[in-house]
């Protein structure tokens, strides 16, 4: 009796991980990053969460947070190009190794300008000191909501007037 019971507490003990997990290829082993802005983890510099931020159109700021993944070197941001936009050149944004930046909160924007409106995807293309380049459509969004307080933009609403944000006349 002891043998059998201490067989079944094995196997039961065995099975129990199998029965009890999702399965694979199942949704919670993915990445699931709910953002605004858009996504680049093709290099050792992931670029997270870029979007063109503007106070009006054909006028805005790029940003986005530049993770390096790297462990062993600093990498720089030389610059930053979009087929029909003018952007200013950053100032030789180094990004720590194993560190980040956040260009919503630096003290020199990147200007961007051209032909576009909030709701627009533009054309922005990274280049970094280990000759890696991000090549993404990054969305335009208003400066109001999260990004009310962008730096190189005057201060906009904290809550964008738009859909169910909208206050109306019920209070509601």
């Known amino acids: 009796m002891p043998r059998r019971t201490t ?3 094995a ?3 065995v099975l129990a991980p199998v029965l009890s997990s999702c399965g694979f290829e199942e949704a919670t082993d993915f990445e699931n990053n709910i ?6 983890r093709s290099g050792e ?3 997270l969460a870029a ?8 006028e805005g700021v790029f940003v986005a947070t530049l993770t390096n993944t790297s462990t062993t070197e600093p990498i720089t941001l030389i610059g930053i190009t979009g087929e029909g936009l003018t952007i200013t050149e950053p100032s030789m944004l180094e990004v720590r190794k194993g560190g980040f930046v956040n260009l919503a909160e630096g003290d020199t924007p990147i200007e961007v300008s051209g032909d576009f409106e909030a709701g627009n995807y533009v054309p922005v293309t990274l280049e970094f000191s280990n000759g890696e380049q991000a090549v993404m459509q990054v969305p335009v969004r208003r400066n109001c909501g999260d ?5 190189g933009l005057p201060d906009g609403e904290d809550v964008c ?11 509601h």
């Not at 979007?51 to 054909?58: R, T």
């Not at 990004?147 to 730096?151: F, G, I, L, Q, R």
């Open 7 to 9: 067989a079944l507490a």
């Open 11 to 13: 196997f039961a003990l």
């Open 35 to 40: 953002i605004v802005g858009a996504n680049d």
């Open 45 to 47: 510099v992931d670029v």
């Open 51 to 58: 979007v063109v931020v503007s106070a009006e159109d054909g």
């Open 147 to 151: 990004y009310a307080d962008v730096s």
């Open 161 to 171: 007037p738009s859909g169910n944000d909208l206050m109306h006349e019920g209070d």
